[in-house]
């Protein structure tokens, strides 16, 4: 299986965590960029956190820097997103996604995992 596998998702009150794991294959792994995205009912998805092949270089949306890190085990063929200090306006359904390099945009990412759903109540 090329495809991501997210995991994690669930129901936490304001101000709760939650970490969210996604798993890939070795083939595409240990050689691709990370990028977790999100989408709210009714919105597009957008870009939250991106990681690039070593793990050196990360990148956040405004909305979450200081709250989400993003991470990586090579090993484990695993990316993580720990969220922190959630708000309401992260509910959506958040996708992994692998690409050639990090990128903010959707259509660098070649491979997509099905989503897992994560839901802030106030």
């Known amino acids: 299986q090329v495809q991501p596998v997210e995991s994690g998702g669930g129901l936490v009150q304001a101000g709760g965590s939650l970490r969210l794991s996604c798993a890939a294959s070795t083939r595409i792994f240990s050689n691709y960029a990370f990028g977790w995205f999100r989408q709210a009912p009714g919105k597009e998805r957008e870009f939250v956190a991106g990681?690039?092949?070593?793990?050196?270089?990360?990148s956040y949306a405004d909305s979450v820097k200081g709250r989400f890190t993003i991470s990586r085990d090579n090993p484990k063929n695993t990316v993580y997103l720990q969220m922190n200090s959630l708000k309401p306006e992260d509910t959506g359904v958040y996708y992994c996604?692998?690409?050639?390099?990090?990128?903010?945009?959707?259509?660098?990412?070649?491979?997509w995992g099905q989503g897992t759903q994560v839901t802030v109540s106030s």
């Open positions: 990681i690039n092949w070593s793990g050196g270089r990360t």
């Open positions: 996604g692998a690409g050639p390099h990090l990128s903010v945009r959707i259509v660098d990412y070649d491979y």
